[in-house]
T-cell receptor, first 117, second 115 residues
Framework: GAVVSQHPSWVICKSGTSVKIECRSL??????MFWYRQFPKQSLMLMAT?????????EQGVEKDKFLINHASLTLSTLTVTSAHPEDSSFYIC?????????????FGPGTRLTVL | KQEVTQIPAALSVPEGENLVLNCSFT??????LQWFRQDPGKGLTSLLL?????REQTSGRLNASLDKSSGRSTLYIAASQPGDSATYLC??????????????FGKGTLLTVNP
């Protein structure tokens, strides 16, 4: 099946710094990637939809200036958490959409655990 | 607004037992429903996907059913094993949204299978 990777798998940073998380589709091209956030014992919440070559579409309540998303190629999307604060500590998961003749599904990355001190 | 609820929130069973996980959704206008498995601190692994026109899907010891009109799906796990221990999430895809559809997830059921 399709493989999606994320890097790093975990990161600890100081409050006020910025952190970049990469999401790559390893063996397929993804015109659309999604970024989710998951707090402990909570469901995945969609943060934004990222389309290659265009601006991301953010969900209501998600600050676009704080969570910068770049989808510069068909295999890479990045999420940058700017001026991170402890409340941004969470598990961030990306997914990549595969759209083919008989297939339209999302493949999920392994997630990135962000801890802001 | 679509809401997805999973019951129970946690379940502990002895090895070998058959079990059922439940998922309900408020808006029946769905394109498909998907069951995922999530191990602690890990991403999601897709288990079964049921299209809105289907009633059930099977994969090995797993069987998922869908009753779209009543807004319910169940995941049946036969002869459970300790390796089945994980959080099981269901997610629905709406019929609307086109290429920018949004999945709505439940909070999951934490399953523990005791040896």
């Amino acid at each position: 099946g399709a493989v999606v990777s994320q890097h790093p798998s975990w990161v600890i940073c100081k409050s006020g710094t910025s952190v970049k998380i990469e999401c790559r589709s390893l063996d397929f091209q993804a015109t659309t990637m999604f970024w989710y956030r998951q707090f402990p014992k909570q469901s995945l919440m969609l943060m934004a939809t990222s389309n290659e070559g265009s601006k991301a579409t953010y969900e209501q309540g998600v600050e676009k200036d704080k969570f910068l998303i770049n989808h510069a190629s068909l295999t890479l999307s990045t999420l940058t958490v700017t001026s991170a604060h402890p409340e941004d500590s969470s598990f961030y998961i990306c997914s990549a959409r595969v759209l083919a003749l008989y297939t339209d599904t999302q493949y999920f990355g392994p997630g990135t655990r962000l801890t802001v001190l | 607004k679509q809401e997805v609820t999973q019951i129970p929130a946690a379940l502990s069973v002895p090895e070998g037992e058959n079990l059922v996980l439940n998922c309900s959704f408020t808006d029946s206008a769905i394109y498909n429903l998907q069951w995922f498995r999530q191990d602690p601190g890990k991403g999601l692994t897709s288990l079964l996907l049921i299209q809105s026109s289907q009633r059930e899907q099977t994969s090995g010891r797993l069987n998922a059913s869908l009753d779209k009109s009543s807004g319910r799906s169940t995941l049946y796990i036969a002869a459970s094993q300790p390796g089945d221990s994980a959080t099981y999430l269901c997610a629905v895809r709406p019929t609307s949204g086109g290429s920018n559809y949004k999945l709505t997830f439940g909070k999951g059921t934490l399953l523990t299978v005791n040896p």
